[in-house]
Every structure is written in C-alpha cells, then in structure tokens.
C-alpha cells in the first residue's frame, strides 16, 4: 500500500479536528485554546495512527479475532515515540493553556482573532504543523510491530537527545515561571530574565523542542530505512526537526519576541549587554562541549545545509542526507568567517566560542590545557573585557598576568596560546584597553538616527549601474540603502585568520595595514552579504511601497579600485537580487550616508522615510525586520 495512504486517517485526524476547532472559536475570537488544540491535536493524530489499522480491520473488514493490540506487545521503538509525543504534548499544551487563562488571552492573535479568513488561515497551519512535525510517528506507526527493527546505538543516542532536550524545555519554562512569580512578589525589579539557562541562551524552551524533535526524528530512523517503507522515507520524516528550527528561528519563535524585546528594552545597556554576551538562538546549549559554532540565522537550503552537516560531520551521527562537496565546503566556511568587519573593527568575543577547527590540528585537548582556558576564561577574559579606556586598571592587569604565568606550566600555556590564536601579552593588553570600537559598544546609536539627512546624491551619482533604477524612491513610503560587497580584503582575511571568530584580541600587524595601502589585495567571500540578498528580494517583491537601492563597495574600507566588470558578472549569476544594485565607483554613497553614520561595517542598511528625509534605523540588514515593521507603521 502506498505511504500515503498509509498516512491518510492521520492527515483526516490532524485537518479535521482543527477545521472543528476554528468552526467554534473562530466566530467567537477565542485564541485562548488556540496552544491546547494544537496539543489535543498531536495527541489524537498519533492514537489514530496508532489504533486506525486495527479499528479497521476488525470492524470494517471484520477479520475475526483483531482487537486493539496491548501497549507490551508494540514494538519499543513504537512505545517510546508514541510515550514522547504524548508526554510532550499534554505537559506543553497544559502548560501553554494555563498560561493563556492566566494571561486572559494571547497577544500574538490581537489583530489576526478579529480578520475571520486570517484567523481560520492560523486554525490550518497549525493542522499542518501537526502533521508534518509528528511524521516521524505517524509513520512509524503505520508498520506492524512484528517487523520494526531493533533499538541500536543511533536509536539510544536520539532517546538521550529526547529525554536531555525535555527536562531542558521543562526547566527552562519552569525557572521562567518563577521568574515572574517572584517579580510579582516584589521580589526583583529585573525587566528580563537572564538567569538560570536563560544566561545561557535567550530562548532555552525553543533549545529543547529542536532538539527533542531531532531525537525523535533519529529514533524513527531504525524503522524508516528499513525496506517496508520507500527509499527516502526517513528523510520525509526529518522535515519534522527542519520545519521546527525554521518555524521556531525564523517566523513564530524568535524573531517577534527579539522584536518585542528590542521595542520594550531596545535603549537599555543590560539589554544590549545581554543581546551581545548571550546566544541568541542557543542551538548549541545542548552540546557545550563541542567548540563549534553553527549559523542559525540563515534561512533556505543553508538551514538544511548547517542542519545536516552540523549532524553529518560534527556529530558523526550516521545520516542518510548525504552532502555535495560544495555543502561540505559552505559548513567548513561557517566555521572560520566572522562579520564583514575592518580589523580594527571586530568585537572581542568569549573564549568559550572558539570554532572547533582551531583545535583539531593540534589534537584534543588535555586536561592542564583545560585548566589553563578555564583559568584564562575566568581570570583574564572575564574579569578584563568590560575595563576598558578610563576603567582600565593596570595594577589589576599586572597582577592578574603574574599570577597566571605562575600557576601554569609555560610549555602548556604556549600550546594554549597557538590553540586560541592569541596575541603576545602587551598586544593582547592593548586590545583589552583600547576595547571595542563604539559603534559595537552597549547602547550605541548612529549620529544619524532621527536625523533628517540630504538624498539628492541618489539622483546626481554617478554610479556604474548593473541592475534596476533608482526611479521612484522620492514617492516611496520607505527607502532602504544598503552596502555590500560579495568579497572582502585580505586584510580582514588576515585578521579573522590570526584571530578567530570568538577568540579575544585583533592582531593589528602594521603589515596588514601596509599590504593595503599597497592594494596588495585578494578576496574572501563576505558571507553575511550575501546571507541577506534572499530577503532583501523579498522585501521588494512583497512591499510595493518599499524602495530598495545597494550599493556594492567592494573597496569600502580600502579605497581600492573596482573591478565593476567583476561585479556585474556576480549579480549576472545570482537569483536572489531582485531590487536595484549599483557600484560606488566614485565613493559618493559611502562618504554622503556610510561614513556619517559611523557603524562602519558590512553589510549596513539604513531606513529612511522619503517624505521627510528621516533616518528611522541603521545595522545589519538581517536584524532589520522589526524596525522596518515600525518604521512601516510610522509612514
């Protein structure tokens, strides 16, 4: 029988108790039990999945003698991933219903509970959502106990993943809970919780629903590569982890709380503090022994890309995803880039980020090396990255550095010292004094924010055109100007070599500064340039009243020539720039709008309102959707 099917009275089960649903509350503009019937909605699909066969071979075929089978005589696999999904769902869906009663409602329905078509549109979704992340279950189950497979080690691996990734969520959502008793009690004034696992990560619920749904999907394997189902099967069923980091780091999870966050504590230092010393998504709270660091914002094939590989080649979990070279080449890429940044630009970031390949040529680590990071992490780095300029002490510093020196063995330090790609002691003291620039500082704003600025540069250039117009921008709701540039200078691939991606220190050789001036040059890929083209294009085909112009500046930092043939066949070759680029060849958009507003990184985006000229915000283009939102609102 075809798998589908086979899938059938699941697909029913999940679209028809939903429709049910969204026929009784959808009239009423009730999302108070929105959250619980997507939990009752897990919970009946799987029973179905799992009893349907057997209902239906005894009362509609009437074989004589089936009954519903009992719970020992299913196969394990099949008790643990029905036991998971029912777990997970009556604790989360309780959990979330309370919360909703106690809350008087949910505020991600304000708006979209009084548009009847939009609020049914949600009910639909979360049918969709069921089924597609129980898959693996529902699959599993439509296989006779008889003929599953044993439990291996991959199937012991995803029960331990599971049952981490649970008592995560559980304890995350708990610490949250007491969080906010104890501010109601008068207990503390804090705005935002940054306690517990929440220090760790921002979001420590959305850590352990990616990773129990990554155990879940691990367990079904056993089953779905077995030759009962059709090739490809278990790799159908890990849509259920992909569509769950995707939903949780791309649409409902993260990115309206960043936005909320960002609009409630967005001038505050701590909330800056702790948006720069905090993980954002926290993927890898999970395994914090592994010094890898995985970019979870990317969207698209990427997020299949560093899904896969980061299970494939990090993990060394067996998978049936196999990996082009080129995927093998973008996840190795990952590892070793950081933002597009002059040297004398980077941040110092903590040690305990240090990409895993910094390490893997010198072998594993023993454990004085251990001692020694640990002492450095807490002594010199902790204690030294915030006493910078006027709250540098250097008796603290001398004294620190003695001791240390002291209390390790010179020969391990030194092999500690070429594992993290460190500085000599006085360069490493004058990074920490110097500190970082200030547009990377907490709190820091763009002089040119709410600053009425001059755009007529945009009609008078000149610029080397390559694609789109600048036409239309005058009578635009919202222009946005963007920077990119599809490579960067060996200048910066010289720093970002000596000095990772989450270690501390900028080598700041005079070479470096020396072989550019000489335009001694060649180039690296500027990954977060182009990380961003995809929703750029977005932007211009969803937003009429939106007009995008970039500029590419390859030479932004460098004053370097050009090569704009060079760039025209790189535009020629992608299909995610769908809006307007130009080249900067005479440097008019870098010195009328880059450089006065003084974040002096790539890539930049700033958002204007033409009507009065007004710079609404300025930074990352990927950070940029609650602001544009606003700004949106504002016009």
């Known amino acids: 029988m075809p798998l589908f099917s086979k899938l059938a009275p699941s697909i029913i089960s999940a679209f028809g108790l939903q429709s049910a649903l969204a026929l009784i509350f959808v009239p009423q503009a009730n999302e108070k039990f929105y959250d619980l019937g997507g939990s009752i909605g897990f919970i009946s699909t799987t029973l ?79 049918a969709t959502w069921v089924l597609a992340v129980g898959l693996p279950v529902y699959m599993v189950n439509t296989l006779p106990p008889a003929n599953h497979a044993r439990l291996g080690p991959l199937d012991f691996i995803g029960i331990a993943l599971w049952a981490g990734s649970w008592l995560f969520e559980i304890v995350a959502d708990h610490q949250k809970s007491a969080w906010r008793r104890a501010k109601e009690n008068k207990e503390h004034d804090d705005k935002f919780i940054t306690t517990g696992l929440w220090g760790i990560s921002r979001h420590p619920n959305y850590v352990g629903e990616v990773g129990l749904w990554t155990g879940m999907w691990l367990v079904s394997g056993g089953s779905l590569r077995s030759p009962f189902f059709p090739k490809g099967a278990w790799l159908l069923a890990g849509l259920s982890p ?40 926290g993927l890898l709270a999970l395994v914090p022994s592994l010094n890898v660091h995985v970019q979870v914002k990317a969207c698209g094939s990427e997020c299949y890309i560093h899904l896969v590989a980061f299970i494939h080649l990090t993990l060394k979990f067996p998978s049936p995803l196999r990996l082009s070279r080129r995927a093998r080449s973008q996840y190795a890429s990952s590892l070793k880039q950081g933002p597009c940044q002059f040297p004398q630009n980077l941040s110092l970031q903590p040690l305990t980020e240090f990409p895993s390949d910094n390490m893997a040529s010198l072998g594993p680590e023993t454990p ?18 915030d006493l ?237 959707a609650a602001p544009l939102d606003m700004a949106l609102k504002a016009a």
């Open 388 to 624: 910078y300029e006027d709250k540098w002490d250097q008796g603290r510093w001398n004294a620190s550095v003695a001791r240390f020196r002291a209390a390790h063995d010179p020969a391990v330090v030194q092999r500690f010292w070429a594992r993290a790609k460190l500085p000599a002691w006085d360069a490493l003291e004058a990074q920490f004094r110097k500190g970082p620039p200030p547009f990377l500082r907490p709190g820091w704003q763009s002089p040119l924010l709410g600053k009425r600025v001059d755009l007529q540069w945009i009609d008078r250039g000149p610029f080397e055109h390559v694609k789109g117009s600048t036409e239309g921008w005058r009578n635009a709701k919202i222009l946005i100007i963007e920077f990119w540039a599809s490579r960067f200078p060996a200048a910066h691939a010289a720093a970002t070599d000596d000095v990772p991606r989450g270690s501390v220190g900028v080598r700041t050789d005079p070479e470096i500064f020396s072989r550019l001036s000489r335009g001694a040059i060649h180039n690296r890929w500027c990954r977060p340039c182009l990380a961003v083209f995809r929703d750029l294009s977005g932007i211009a085909r969803s937003h009429p009243e939106i007009k995008i112009i970039t500029f590419n500046s390859e030479g932004i930092f460098t004053n370097a020539p050009i090569d704009a043939a060079a760039v025209k066949r790189f535009v020629a070759r992608r299909d995610d720039m769908d809006y307007p680029v130009f080249i900067d060849t005479h440097r008019v958009a870098v010195n009328s709008i880059f450089q006065p507003g003084q974040n002096l990184s790539i890539p930049l985006a700033f958002i204007i309102t033409p009507k009065d000229g007004v710079v609404r915000w300025v930074g990352n283009p990927e950070d940029m």
């Open 48 to 126: 179905v999945s799992l009893y349907y066969p057997h209902l239906k071979a005894k009362y509609w075929d009437r074989i004589p003698g089936r009954s519903l089978p009992r719970l020992l005589s299913l196969a394990p696999r099949q008790l643990f991933l029905n036991a998971a999904i029912l777990a997970w769902s009556t604790r989360l869906g309780s959990f979330l219903f309370a919360r909703a009663l106690k809350a008087g409602g949910d505020s991600r329905f304000d708006e979209v509970k009084h548009q009847p078509a939009k609020f049914t549109a949600f009910w639909m979704a979360q």
């Open 368 to 385: 004085a090396e251990l001692a020694v990071k640990n002492d450095f992490q807490t002594h010199i780095w902790a204690v030294f990255q």
């Open 242 to 281: 992909l569509l769950t980091w995707f939903l949780l780091t791309r649409v409902s999870g993260v990115p309206p709380l960043e936005a909320a966050g960002d609009k409630k504590f967005g001038n505050d230092p701590k909330w800056q503090e702790y948006k720069r010393t905090c993980n954002r998504s």
